[in-house]
């Protein structure tokens, strides 16, 4: 009885998680794991098998997850063959250079970046290199409460982030920049 009240717990915890974040994929990673350490728990009988069922849950979610992510970014370019949508929240019709990043691999071969945010869904990213070429890469992307997807292609990025004043910080997985609005 006492399992079967911790994995009730374990879920209604999962879930409430769950329900506060924005994209599939963490949304999916926070069930798997809730689902996984309840079937871990039940199945092995122990706290080491919860553990393994919320690990093996959470890598689960996270690809399901993913893959709704892609595929809903899919639906909206194809919705629109220009790719605009409305999701651009506060991002929409702003231009950010990028002020620093980590990790750095010491093999960057660009001076600046400049990021414009078009209000049709639109990311423009302006790059000049150190030898003075220029380049230019457009992106879809789009706002769902602080976190901004990004996509081309077969890609699909997931960043966070928050605005304070002229400084716009986006933190992903991989990745953490600070630009500056501008």
């Given amino acids: ?61 996270y690809v399901v997850g993913n893959e709704a992510d892609k595929k809903k970014a899919a639906e909206m370019n194809a919705q629109s063959p220009n790719g605009t949508h409305g999701e651009t929240g506060p991002l929409g019709g702003t231009t950010w250079r990028l002020q620093d990043w980590s990790p750095k691999s010491g093999k960057e071969v660009f001076k600046t970046k400049v990021f414009s945010f078009g209000k049709d869904g639109w990311l423009t990213t302006h ?18 409460g602080d976190t901004l997807i990004v996509n081309k292609g077969d890609y699909l990025l997931n960043f966070k982030f928050a605005i304070q004043g002229d400084q716009l910080t986006a933190d992903s997985e991989k990745l953490r920049a600070i630009l500056k609005r501008g």
Avoid at 4 to 25: D, N, P
Avoid at 132 to 141: L, Q
């Fill in 1 to 61: 009885m006492r399992r079967i009240l911790a994995a009730i717990v374990i879920v209604a915890v999962a879930g409430a998680a769950a329900a506060q974040e924005s994209s599939s994929k963490k949304k999916g990673m926070l069930w798997g794991a809730g689902l996984g350490a309840v079937a871990g728990g039940i199945i092995g009988g122990h706290g080491s098998s919860a553990l393994i069922g919320a690990a093996v849950g959470t890598g689960i979610g």
């Fill in 127 to 144: 790059t000049t290199n150190k030898d003075g070429r220029k380049t230019t890469d457009r992106e879809n992307y789009r706002v769902v």
